[in-house]
């Protein structure tokens, strides 16, 4: 999402009349994409679908619902696949989620927003918040880019 979406939206609204219950995103909030109701607290978005990536045998896919296992986040986490049986090979965080007690944690999961094979043995990782990381599926290696 670019920082002229909000004021794309304020704009047609204006000129259809419907300028109640719009928060625009500041300049300085994350780039999280939100819904926000007038009088209750804001709800993110479903995180993106990403494609997975196979890489030297292995189908990496990205997974969103961490808690819902028992890891202690959400977002941040990429599952091996034996592309063949179907069956997870491994589980592996990429980048850790830290929450603030004193804000909604829906709010504050970042999650994967792209992978892309670089090699026969790398895979590149972007977060929604635009920070990279390189896996090295063999190793299980994780490299801040």
């Known amino acids: ?3 002229a979406c909000p004021a794309i939206a304020l704009t047609v609204a204006v ?6 219950g719009f928060t625009p995103v500041r300049a300085d909030e994350p780039e999280t994409p939100l819904v926000r109701t007038p009088g209750k607290a804001a709800k ?4 993106p679908e990403i494609a997975p990536v196979t890489v030297g ?3 990496i896919e990205a997974l969103h619902w961490g808690r819902e296992r028992g890891l202690g986040q959400n977002g941040g986490y990429v599952v091996a696949v034996d592309p063949t049986t179907g069956k997870e090979l491994w589980t592996l965080k990429i980048y ?6 004193a804000k909604e944690e829906d709010v504050q999961d ?5 992978m892309r094979a670089v090699d026969d043995r790398h ?3 972007v977060d929604e918040n635009g920070r990279s990381y390189l896996l090295d599926v063999t190793s299980r290696d994780v490299t801040p880019q």
């Open 123 to 125: 895979v590149e990782i």
């Open 96 to 101: 850790d989620v830290t929450y603030d007690g």
């Open 57 to 59: 045998g292995v189908k």
């Open 1 to 3: 999402m670019t920082r």
């Open 44 to 47: 993110r978005v479903a995180p």
């Open 15 to 20: 000129l259809m009349g419907v300028t109640a």
């Open 110 to 114: 970042v999650f994967i927003a792209s």
